[in-house]
């Protein structure tokens, strides 16, 4: 596993460039029994579809990373670099976990790898709408090789704020949109959002500010965006609450948004809950869906993500149980 793992994560396959990941893994996995379907997904990328039999179970995860690409190092039983753990690290125990089920017998399961889950699910909405007669769908995540019970909802906003331009000397023949932005944002900070008894608090953070003035101008626009992690208890009182804090001079535009989610749980597993985003949600044609991997979500996305091979050998076994338990409750 160690060499699959490293080799697939020598490849760049950060959102927009993980159809080379696709086609690598179209050329070189073995996977014996399966036929591959190659669903294109709209935009120069793929999803991978290995099926065995007609699959009532399948097996998903995702193909692209976030940026920066970070090549790959062992040390100590770990992998480090960019897809450890999100996703490659999962798609090593699921591809495993298929080529075991395989050898034992087993048939009617699939291994759907899909494309763009960072930026917006694309890959799963294809597949969601072109795969058909699945009764249960198992994500992989890094959950610590917990089961999940249920996961935090987004809201994506895309706020403008406008203001008039002026010499900075003379402030007031200006209006500075910066000003109006830090105001917004001081009411923001003080809405209380009502705390889930299951998934806990609302959280939200601010990414890809702009604000194109010189330093001796006032500025008459910022943008930037608001990115929400929902409960159940919040998820529909948000976009009321930015706009009861909004005046004419701010525009918001919600840009995504997937509802907080229940998963199917099995008994006898480590559980939690999550606050990150998955390609679940997108997949509800396929059944009901779980949520399963090994490695932790808490360095995913950061300079140090890693997985640890052991978590990997854990996962197989679990997946493959799980697979067993799913098995029964279709029969």
């Given at each position: 596993m160690t060499t699959e793992l490293v080799q697939i994560m020598k490849i760049d396959s950060t959102s927009g460039k993980e159809v080379e990941l696709a086609n690598y893994i179209a050329r070189t996995f073995k996977t014996p029994g399966a036929t591959l379907e190659i669903q294109e997904v709209g935009d120069g990328s793929v999803n991978l579809f290995f099926k065995w039999g007609t699959p009532k179970i399948v097996f998903c995860t995702h193909l692209d990373t976030v940026p920066p690409y970070i090549e790959p190092w062992a040390d100590n039983g770990k992998i480090f670099g960019r897809g450890a753990c999100d996703a490659k690290g999962q798609i090593i125990a699921a591809y495993n976990a298929c080529k075991e089920l395989q050898a034992e017998g087993q048939t009617n399961f699939g291994l759907l790898l899909v494309a763009g889950e960072e930026i917006g699910s694309k890959g799963a909405k294809i597949a969601n709408s072109l795969i058909k007669d699945c009764q249960y769908v198992i994500v992989g995540e890094p959950t610590e090789n917990k089961l999940i019970r249920a996961g935090k909802g987004i809201q994506l906003y895309e706020v403008n704020i406008k203001g008039i331009s002026s010499h900075s000397g003379y402030p007031q023949y200006g209006d500075d949109a910066?000003?109006?932005?830090?105001?917004?944002?001081?009411?923001?900070?003080?809405?209380?959002?009502?705390?889930?008894?299951?998934?806990?608090?609302?959280?939200?953070?601010?990414?890809?500010?702009?604000?194109?003035?010189?330093?001796?101008?006032?500025?008459?626009?910022?943008?930037?965006?608001?990115?929400?992690?929902?409960t159940f208890s919040s998820h529909l009182l948000i976009e009321n609450r930015l706009k009861g804090i909004s005046d004419d001079k701010i525009s918001i535009t919600k840009i995504r948004e997937d509802k907080p989610f229940r998963f199917h749980y099995i008994d006898g597993y480590h559980s939690d809950i999550v606050a990150f985003a998955s390609d679940g949600p997108c997949l509800s044609n396929l059944g009901r869906c779980l949520l399963y991997g090994p490695g932790s979500i808490k360095v995913a996305h950061t300079d140090k993500e890693f997985i640890d091979l052991s978590d990997i050998e854990r996962a197989v076994v679990d997946l493959k149980n799980i697979f067993k338990t799913l098995t029964q409750e279709i029969e």
């Amino acid at each position: 596993m160690t060499t699959e793992l490293v080799q697939i994560m020598k490849i760049d396959s950060t959102s927009g460039k993980e159809v080379e990941l696709a086609n690598y893994i179209a050329r070189t996995f073995k996977t014996p029994g399966a036929t591959l379907e190659i669903q294109e997904v709209g935009d120069g990328s793929v999803n991978l579809f290995f099926k065995w039999g007609t699959p009532k179970i399948v097996f998903c995860t995702h193909l692209d990373t976030v940026p920066p690409y970070i090549e790959p190092w062992a040390d100590n039983g770990k992998i480090f670099g960019r897809g450890a753990c999100d996703a490659k690290g999962q798609i090593i125990a699921a591809y495993n976990a298929c080529k075991e089920l395989q050898a034992e017998g087993q048939t009617n399961f699939g291994l759907l790898l899909v494309a763009g889950e960072e930026i917006g699910s694309k890959g799963a909405k294809i597949a969601n709408s072109l795969i058909k007669d699945c009764q249960y769908v198992i994500v992989g995540e890094p959950t610590e090789n917990k089961l999940i019970r249920a996961g935090k909802g987004i809201q994506l906003y895309e706020v403008n704020i406008k203001g008039i331009s002026s010499h900075s000397g003379y402030p007031q023949y200006g209006d500075d949109a910066i000003e109006r932005m830090r105001v917004f944002l001081n009411k923001l900070s003080e809405v209380k959002f009502p705390v889930d008894n299951l998934l806990g608090t609302t959280t939200y953070n601010i990414g890809m500010l702009s604000s194109n003035n010189a330093h001796n101008v006032l500025p008459n626009l910022v943008t930037f965006r608001i990115y929400f992690r929902t409960t159940f208890s919040s998820h529909l009182l948000i976009e009321n609450r930015l706009k009861g804090i909004s005046d004419d001079k701010i525009s918001i535009t919600k840009i995504r948004e997937d509802k907080p989610f229940r998963f199917h749980y099995i008994d006898g597993y480590h559980s939690d809950i999550v606050a990150f985003a998955s390609d679940g949600p997108c997949l509800s044609n396929l059944g009901r869906c779980l949520l399963y991997g090994p490695g932790s979500i808490k360095v995913a996305h950061t300079d140090k993500e890693f997985i640890d091979l052991s978590d990997i050998e854990r996962a197989v076994v679990d997946l493959k149980n799980i697979f067993k338990t799913l098995t029964q409750e279709i029969e």
